[in-house]
Structure formats: C-alpha cells, structure tokens
Nanobody
Framework: QVGLKESGGGSVQAGGSLRLSCEISGNIHKTRCLGWFRQAPGKEREAVAIIYSGSGNLYYSDSVKDRFTISQDNAKTTLYLQMNNLKPEDTAMYYC?????????????????WGQGTQVTVSS
C-alpha cells in the first residue's frame, strides 16, 4: 500500500481554478492506478480522473473533461489535479486514490489506498 495526503482544496467562485496536490509515499512503483475521486453529500464516490501507469492511458469523467487535468511530477511522488472553469456542481470532497485491483478500474471499491480528502466548494 501507499500513503496519500491531499492538499489544495478551498472555496472559489464559479469560473475559478484550483490545483489539488496529493503527496504519495510508500511503494509507488507497484501502483498501476493513481487517481482522483470526489464525493458530494448524499452521492456515491465517483472517479474524476485516473492515470493508468501500466498503459499510460488517462481517464476523465464526462463532467470534467476539457476542464480538469491530471498529472504527476517527474519523481512520481506527487499527483496533481488542475481544475479550471469550476462549476457549483464540482463542489465535493476530493480524494486521492491508488492501488486498483484491476488494470482499468474506475470504481471506488476497486481501490485500496485513500487519502483523507480535501474539500472543494464552488459558489455561483
């Protein structure tokens, strides 16, 4: 397993931007999936953006495509989520996740390492 710690959340107005960071510790080289999930009150946790290390493929949910960008630093010890043109419906707790149980997993229950989350609130 790996250790994950998110930062960078906050409150912004619609149309604004935030960049989330996730510090990664532990055996990151065996982690084939790294991603961001979010959970709004009363809703199920959903995948926002994922890097599949084995294939190099990226996944973005339809609701954030063309607005959010997932990336890693060269050392692969920090995962980022650049969020632009934020909308009120982006308001949620955002979690960093790793350790998927299969290569193209995008459901929260397929991940076994989680950070504590960082809150993003977008006002209209």
């Amino acid at each position: 397993q790996v250790g994950l710690k998110e930062s960078g959340g906050g409150s912004v107005q619609a149309g604004g931007s935030l960049r989330l960071s996730c510090e990664i510790s532990g055996n990151i080289h065996k982690t084939r999936c790294l991603g961001w999930f979010r959970q709004a009150p009363g809703k199920e946790r959903e995948a926002v953006a994922i890097i599949y290390s084995g294939s190099g493929n990226l996944y973005y949910s339809d609701s954030v495509k063309d607005r959010f960008t997932i990336s890693q630093d060269n050392a692969k010890t920090t995962l980022y989520l650049q969020m632009n043109n934020l909308k009120p419906e982006d308001t949620a707790m955002y979690y960093c996740a790793a350790g998927c149980t299969w290569a193209n997993a995008r459901e929260w229950y397929d991940y076994n390492s989680w950070g504590q989350g960082t809150q993003v609130t977008v006002s209209s």
